[in-house]
């Protein structure tokens, strides 16, 4: 069972997350499994968040796809465990694989800017999110010399 101030964390992933348009059900779930020892199923995620089968499927569904949590076959069964993978250096790492996404968008549109000022535009923008990539992947190398 979750507790009180277990249940606040998890509220405010939910609430943390959303603001980076992820569903807060999906913030919710990663802030639950980021407090659990053991893998969790998704009953146990149903049960103790309140959530419905498909929010607790989706939420999965979304932190495996931006590394933030792994699912666990479990022998003789269709079931799978799931719990939250790492921490900072997986959400970074997925943020960095979305920027660089965007970063190739934005290239392929330099040659639609209608004038210099848009095209310099563009090009500033895209620059600032190499520059992320950048201070990020320094960060993530120090942090595995420690």
């Known amino acids: 069972m979750i507790d009180e101030e277990q249940q606040q964390f998890s509220n405010a992933m939910g609430d943390t997350l959303a603001s980076w348009n992820l569903s807060r059900a999906t913030g919710r779930v990663y802030g639950y499994l980021l407090l659990r020892g053991t893998p969790s199923t998704s009953e146990e995620l149903r049960a103790n968040l309140g959530l419905s089968a498909g929010a607790v499927s989706s939420s999965i569904r979304e932190l495996v796809s931006w590394g933030l949590a792994r699912t666990i076959a ?11 993978a790492g921490g900072f250096e997986q959400l970074l790492s997925a943020s960095h694989e979305r920027s660089r996404a965007f970063i190739r968008t934005l290239r392929a549109a330099q040659s639609l800017t209608e004038d210099d000022g848009a095209a310099q535009r563009l090009r500033d ?5 190499a520059a992320y990539i950048e201070a990020g992947e320094q960060m993530l190398n120090s942090r595995k010399h420690i």
Do not use: K, M, P, Y
């Open 74 to 84: 479990q022998s003789g069964s269709r079931r799978l465990l799931v719990e939250a």
């Open 125 to 129: 923008v895209t620059d600032l999110f």
